[in-house]
């Protein structure tokens, strides 16, 4: 029987890809049950041993040490991109396969379009081929283009016996041949090639490619020839992280060749992850080095180490990048942050510096300021107007996501700007408030308000283009009449301004937080050519503005083709809020579920059984029915599809609401929420949970509940400062006698908050968490509590208190092995906060060892986002 320290040992090498990034002793407890004191002696004792590495520190990190063949696993496609959990990551799986399999009898024939990689991953296979011993040192890697070999007059069949000849130049010596091009051999060299492959007494691997353009009957006569197929996806179709990564790659390359530092800004990553590559990532390699050039040719003569590379040192349609800038505006801005310059070093590494940057008081002296930088880098003007049109949006939300509301009142606000102007706003967002339905967020009123003070120091307006001004009325034709009106009635501006230009400027602040909401996805897809493409356009066109996608699956495609275009179209579209699909048949159905899963996209579906129902109509159609009969027996037949249209679930219609709000997990906001519905009198009153930091997100929210119903107040650790929305704090919630609970919801009287309030969470924990030993908890919270607060002396007591219940809350669910939710910012929010954050495990590590629990690095980035107030 195996010792325990074995079974740990070879527990951690068989699943060491989970465990890169070190482990804990409390990773281990569940899968291998044992006890953490148990454990921590036997990975000592492994650490003795030199068969893993040890880190001190809180919590104590452990790391594999790969030996021999495991650490060279990842060495020969770790240069692969995409290969690790990305777009490349079955086809480097078979790719390793092929080469694992005995006999070297799994010819491998790799396909995608020109300048995919194709090479590239054939030398990366050798490579790995190499590392596993299955290649002897002196074996080579041999390619060979047939496209060249049919050019120059030479045949195959004269180069096979040379593959074992030592003096020749195509002697593959146990290797690996590469052919390229195979699509290119005649039909007497395919055979050779073919006999060359059922051969099982030959000693080197042979991997062949074919060119895009072969015809569909050429390309499944050779898929037939090779038991390992490997489809290389586009650029296009690869994820923009990915290429990011071929971009940073080819910049290291020429920072090492001219032993110089590169620099570039963020418009040039931009450009070069936008701009059509129709030659693929051989394109995207050639368009750098050629910029790379231009540069070094500029700066040559100055002996500078460090070399910037400008827009203008690419080529027009680089440039042209910038114009799909909208579509993926999302995206770009969550991997390529804006004011930061990106530097690449001749030493391989490659990092990025925050530029601080001036906090604009107008969009003016934004635009101003971008056109000098550009035209000062040699951009002509056509481009130059080409990025500040696509970057207006952009530098209209950083105008009104730079105002944090808690740090500029009104007060403030009034010593740059004219009280009666201040008021005149406030007026036009009611206004707008009440005929739409919505409410706007206080920096939204301040960025309009600066915005309109600084017209009146400016003589000109901006311009627009007629496409911009076309979309913006189409998609806010209420905000724009109503604010053309207004502009018109305060009469601030001069001869020389525009009242129409301006007009789309104040709508384009005003609707700068719905185009940032993060939005579900709709996508029709239907058989038949059209049919769903027109279906959304009919759709487009009535809702003004709100978009519907469209797929339409043609009767004779390959239904592989078919799965590969609607998972791009499902990923293309989705904006992390999910994809619901309305679909005609089962067939598509069945594809977007597998395709969910593979991406992890949320798909929800509703069917629409058109073109079923017509089939089965023309089907009863035969004459030997009446129109009554059909019509009774389809509506039998169908009627059951009523079902797969889900129940919505909103709150009731004219119900008044409270939310309740913390910043993580949902813990704090339902503790918040049952003890308001155990206490309070909710006659007609519905109490909602909600857990988010992100203002953006929650403004929708709060949107969406105002359209139809009363929102009464919104109850939690931070005041999200929503125009016309009371705010309670969660320490007022808690110190409030019960008998006065619902005056203090529904006013805004403050009642004064002491240490009774933990008495009040306290009782109301041992009742709703029975299974917590609150005895252990009044021991260890409150001095961890009042430690934080020594760290932070601007600890309110709102945060004070939501912090209290967040923390008991988690303790809580990680005794009962509940899940905790990610926090997506994780990584940012603790880089940004690194003493923070080590502050923060010091203080919880009694806890941890008192509850024998672990709080995860994402409650961490929660603790600090309610600290910081993120």
């Not at 016996?161 to 590469?178: E, H, K, R, T």
């Not at 996608?549 to 799965?563: F, G, S, V």
Request: glycine fraction near 4%; charge should be negative.
């Amino acid at each position: 029987m195996k010792r325990n320290k074995e079974i740990v040992y070879q527990y951690l090498q068989s699943n060491q890809e989970n465990f890169e990034a070190g482990f804990t002793t409390a990773d281990l407890v569940e899968p291998l049950a044992m006890q953490r004191t148990n454990l921590s002696t036997i990975l000592n004792q492994l650490v003795s041993e030199h068969r893993l590495t040890k880190k001190t520190g809180r919590p104590v990190l452990y790391f594999i040490n790969h030996k021999g063949q495991s650490e060279k696993d990842n060495s020969s496609f770790r240069h692969v991109i995409g290969s690790k959990k990305g777009s490349l990551e079955n086809v480097s799986n078979l790719a390793k396969a092929a080469i694992l399999y005995p006999e070297k009898s799994l010819s491998t024939l790799i396909t995608g379009e020109e300048g995919t990689g194709k090479a590239f991953l054939a030398k990366s296979m050798f490579h790995f081929a190499k590392e596993k011993s299955l290649i002897k040192d002196e074996g080579q890697f041999v390619k060979i283009d047939c496209k060249n070999l049919r050019l120059q007059g030479d045949s195959f069949a004269s180069i096979i016996p040379q593959l074992s000849d030592v003096a020749s130049i195509y002697n593959v010596d146990g290797g690996l041949l590469f052919l390229k091009h195979i699509d290119h051999l005649d039909l007497a060299d395919q055979s050779q090639l073919f006999s060359l492959l059922s051969q099982h007494n030959r000693d080197y691997y042979i991997v062949c490619s074919i060119s895009s353009t072969v015809t569909d009957a050429l390309k499944q006569y050779l898929y037939s020839k090779f038991p390992i197929k490997l489809e290389l996806p586009s650029l296009s179709e690869r994820p923009l992280k990915e290429r990011l990564d071929f971009i940073q790659s080819f910049f290291l390359v020429e920072a090492s060749r001219m032993k110089r530092e590169i620099h570039i800004n963020s418009e040039v990553l931009r450009c070069l992850l936008l701009y059509q590559c129709e030659e693929n990532i051989d394109q995207l390699k050639r368009d750098i080095q050629i910029a790379c050039a231009s540069a070094f040719m500029r700066e040559m003569n100055r002996s500078k180490p460090i070399i910037s590379v400008y827009l203008s040192d690419f080529s027009t349609d680089i440039r042209k990048g910038f114009l799909f800038y909208a579509k993926w505006r999302q995206e770009i801005e969550a991997i390529i942050p804006d004011h930061y310059a990106y530097m690449f070093s001749k030493d391989n590494s490659f990092s990025r510096k925050l530029i601080t940057a001036k906090n604009h008081s107008s969009i003016y002296e934004a635009i101003e300021k971008r056109a000098f930088q550009l035209q000062n880098e040699g951009l002509d003007e056509q481009s130059v107007a080409t990025i500040i049109t696509e970057s207006l949006e952009e530098n209209l939300a950083r105008l009104t996501n730079t105002i944090e509301p808690e740090s500029f009142d009104k007060t403030s606000l009034s010593k740059v700007v004219p009280e009666w102007l201040i008021g005149a706003v406030e007026e036009l967002l009611l206004q707008l408030g009440q005929e739409l339905g919505t409410i706007y967020s206080v920096s939204t009123k301040h960025a309009l308000c600066l915005h309109l003070a600084a017209i009146l120091e400016r003589t000109t307006s901006p311009q627009i283009s007629c496409d911009k001004k076309k979309t913006i009325k189409e998609a806010y034709k209420k905000e724009f009449e109503v604010v053309t009106e207004f502009l018109a009635e305060l009469d601030l501006l001069g001869a020389t301004h525009s009242i129409e230009d301006e007009a789309y400027l104040l709508t384009m602040i005003l609707t700068h937080e719905a185009k940032n909401e993060k939005r579900v996805s709709v996508l029709i897809a239907m058989h038949g050519l059209g049919v769903a493409t027109s279906i959304a356009k009919v759709v487009n066109t009535l809702s003004a503005g709100n978009q519907a996608y469209a797929y339409d699956l043609a009767l004779d495609k390959d239904l592989k083709i078919a799965y590969d275009e609607l998972s791009l179209t499902i990923q293309q579209i989705d904006q992390g809020r999910g994809v619901l699909l309305l679909y005609d048949m089962g067939s598509i159905k069945t594809m977007a579920q597998t395709i969910s899963k593979e991406t992890g996209v949320a798909i929800r579906f509703i069917e629409m059984p058109a073109t079923l129902l017509a089939l089965e109509a023309t089907r009863h159609a035969d004459g030997h029915v009446s129109l009554d009969e059909m019509y009774q027996q389809l509506k039998t037949d169908f009627k059951e599809k009523d079902s797969h249209y889900p129940e919505t679930s909103h709150v009731e219609k004219g119900k008044r609401v409270i939310l309740t709000l913390c910043m993580t997990g949902e813990g704090a906001a339902l503790a918040m929420k049952h003890y308001i519905e155990k206490n309070a009198s909710l006659d007609n009153t519905e109490v909602i949970a909600y857990a988010m930091s992100d203002r953006r997100e929650l403004l929708a929210k709060v949107k969406q509940i105002k359209k139809t119903n009363e929102l009464v107040c919104i109850i939690g650790s931070y005041d999200p400062q929503f125009i016309g929305v009371p705010f309670v704090s969660i320490a007022k919630l808690y110190n409030t006698p019960i008998d006065q609970l619902e005056v203090a919801m529904y006013l805004e009287n403050q009642i004064d908050t002491g240490n009774s309030v933990f008495d009040a969470i306290y009782d109301y924990l041992k009742e709703q968490q029975p299974n917590l030993d609150i005895v252990s908890l009044k021991k260890y919270l409150p001095k961890a509590i009042r430690k934080i607060k020594r760290l932070d002396g601007q600890l309110a007591v709102e945060q004070e208190v939501g912090l209290f219940v967040h923390t008991a809350c988690l303790i809580s669910r990680l005794q009962m092995d509940g899940e905790v939710p990610k926090n997506a910012n994780r990584d940012k929010i603790i880089m940004s906060h690194k003493r923070l954050y080590y502050q923060l495990k010091d203080i919880f590590l009694p806890i941890e060892e008192e509850f024998m629990i672990e709080f995860p690095d994402d409650e961490y980035a929660n603790m600090i986002s309610i600290i910081k107030e993120i």
